[in-house]
């Protein structure tokens, strides 16, 4: 059961991270179209997002490594509980809302690297808005794991 406890200590202290770089990534976007076509200004974002973006995805990696190990750990860990069992339901809606989560991410860099590249800026007040959508991803995710639902 202690192996258990610390896997899930630090999946959930990768999740952290990455909720951390899902949070801040469209923030640079928001800045970076505030900044308008000032060079210098624009290229500090840019450079800030892309290793933002990189550590982002390390520490996705990390936690859904530690969160396949929560999930079937049972299989080959001794005295591992199981998360694979009647009234798991919950695990699936939380699945589907991290991979949205993730895509939302993906889609943020790419908006990124496109805008490193000579793109369009984004306008501030619709990243402003966009910026607000993984929070209320985050507290279904939390209310779904903690309230395990169905």
């Given at each position: ?14 999740v ?5 770089a ?12 505030e900044a ?14 892309r ?34 069992a009647?009234g798991?339901g919950?695990?699936?809606?939380k ?13 943020c ?42």
């Amino acid at each position: 059961m202690t192996l258990y406890l610390w896997i899930k200590t630090f999946h959930l202290v990768f999740v952290i991270a990455f909720m951390a770089a899902v949070f801040y990534l469209p923030r640079i976007l928001v800045n970076l179209g505030e900044a308008g076509n000032q060079a210098p200004v624009r290229e500090r974002l840019v450079l800030m997002g892309r290793r933002l973006y990189r550590f982002g995805h390390v520490m996705f990696g990390l936690s859904l490594i530690l969160g396949l190990v929560l999930w079937f750990g049972y299989r080959v860990l001794p005295d591992f509980p199981t998360m694979v069992a009647m009234g798991t339901g919950w695990m699936h809606a939380k699945l589907a809302l991290v991979v949205a989560v993730f895509v939302y991410y993906i889609v943020c860099g790419r908006r990124l690297k496109s805008i490193g590249a000579g793109g369009a800026l984004p306008r501030p007040g619709a990243m402003r808005i966009i910026n607000e959508l993984p929070v209320l991803a985050l507290v279904a995710i939390v209310w779904l794991v903690l309230a395990k639902p169905f």
